[in-house]
């Protein structure tokens, strides 16, 4: 029962993260992603990734964009002109 209560929590937080990162997208056009750091789920976009990959708390790697499209749990289109 608590594994199930755990399991519906984290869905709602992943839920919840796609759609501030759809809102975020529509208001600065930039590509979000949504991606687990320290077991909490967050949502940045390529600038703030890169900021946490320069102060160690991404690995290196995530600097290619097919790696970090690999590693993160959901990511929006950027808006087409």
């Known amino acids: 029962m608590i594994e199930l209560c755990k399991r519906l929590i ?13 809102r975020m997208q529509k208001l600065t056009g930039k590509r ?9 789920i967050r949502v940045y976009d390529r600038l703030h ?6 102060r ?15 590693v993160c749990l959901y990511y929006t289109n950027p808006k087409k002109k």
């Open 32 to 40: 979000h992603y949504v991606i687990q750091v320290f077991k909490k």
């Open 49 to 54: 990734i890169n900021l946490l990959i320069s």
């Open 56 to 70: 160690g708390v991404l690995h290196k790697r995530l600097k290619d964009n097919l790696e970090l499209t690999k």
């Open 10 to 22: 984290r869905f709602l937080q992943v839920r919840n993260a796609i759609r501030h990162a759809d």
